[in-house]
């Protein structure tokens, strides 16, 4: 057999199987923190969405205008009460979130 030239750009490190690599459940925000805050400020999205184009039509943009900040507002509050939910130990790995086994 002929002899081929090595692989270029490989590591020397061995290659570690994705399975082994990824063990360790981080929980990706999975949490009443993270859901909580995410469907507030989708909700928030929303009107905001809905205001920027009732605002666009005739006679609607003073309403259209307040109806955006609003809209705002409520994504600033959900931010905020996700970090809240986080203090309060409804995030990933918090205190009131883990099984006592009872």
Known sequence: MAKTAPETGTN??????????????????????AWTAVFVMLAGAALSSFAFIFASTEGNKD????????????MVIGLALGIILKKAGFGVGGHRLKNSGD
């Open 12 to 33: 020397d490190t061995p290659m570690v199987e994705h399975s082994a690599a990824h063990d360790e459940t981080i929980g990706h925000g999975n949490s009443p923190a």
């Open 63 to 74: 309403a259209g205008t307040i109806l955006f900040w609003i809209g705002v507002l409520i």
